[in-house]
T-cell receptor
Framework: GAVVSQHPSRVICKSGTSVKIECRSL??????MFWYRQFPKQSLMLMAT?????????EQGVEKDKFLINHASLTLSTLTVTSAHPEDSSFYIC??????????????FGPGTRLTVT | DAKTTQPPSMDCAEGRAANLPCNHS???????VYWYRQIHSQGPQYIIH???NNETNEMASLIITEDRKSSTLILPHATLRDTAVYYC?????????FGPGTRLSVLP
């Protein structure tokens, strides 16, 4: 399978500061990347869809001014959590999508970034 | 909301086959069935996907019923490293909706 990396793997920041998380597709070009959030003992929740060269599409209830997404190249998307608060503490996971057989798609996920806001 | 229903948990003895069911009774004709798994504190790992036919790869087999309303993921010889949450996803396109999945525990 394809490889997607995330950096950093874990970060601790103070309330009110901003944190940037990078997601890289290492061995294929991804026109679309996705950002998910996962709280303890819960499933993944899609936050936004990131398309190279255009604005991200955010899911309902996700503040686009708080979670800034940039997809400047076919292999890199970044998520910036602005003015972080303790309730933003979560496991953030990105994925990169490529087309498979027929009309199917394969999403490859990064290892995740654990954000703790103190 | 996820379009699939899975049992919340299952146990399997090490070395035996693990059969994980998934119900997707409202699946549309052009929707694919995908399986992923997530080991604790890691990102989900792609396992397999299919449309109508049964599929097999080096990790698992996917059996889809003829009416496509349910499927089964088969891990032929489960190992302790297969302990994870397994997600069955039905979708057309790239938007994946994750349900709660099945927590598979492989027991020694």
């Amino acid at each position: 399978g394809a490889v997607v990396s995330q950096h950093p793997s874990r970060v601790i920041c103070k309330s009110g500061t901003s944190v940037k998380i990078e997601c890289r597709s290492l061995d294929f070009q991804a026109t679309t990347m996705f950002w998910y959030r996962q709280f303890p003992k819960q499933s993944l929740m899609l936050m936004a869809t990131s398309n190279e060269g255009s604005k991200a599409t955010y899911e309902q209830g996700v503040e686009k001014d708080k979670f800034l997404i940039n997809h400047a190249s076919l292999t890199l998307s970044t998520l910036t959590v602005t003015s972080a608060h303790p309730e933003d503490s979560s496991f953030y996971i990105c994925s990169a999508s490529r087309s498979g057989q027929g009309n199917s798609y394969e999403q490859y996920f990064g290892p995740g970034t654990r954000l703790t806001v103190t | 909301d996820a379009k699939t229903t899975q049992p919340p948990s299952m146990d399997c003895a090490e070395g035996r086959a693990a059969n994980l069911p998934c119900n997707h009774s409202t699946i549309s004709g052009n929707e694919y069935v995908y399986w992923y798994r997530q080991i604790h504190s890691q990102g989900p790992q792609y396992i397999i996907h299919g449309l109508k036919n049964n599929e097999t790869n080096e990790m698992a087999s996917l059996i889809i019923t003829e009416d496509r309303k349910s499927s089964t993921l088969i891990l032929p010889h489960a190992t302790l490293r297969d302990t994870a949450v397994y997600y069955c996803i039905v979708t057309y396109g790239q938007n994946f909706v994750f349900g709660p999945g099945t927590r598979l525990s492989v027991l020694p």
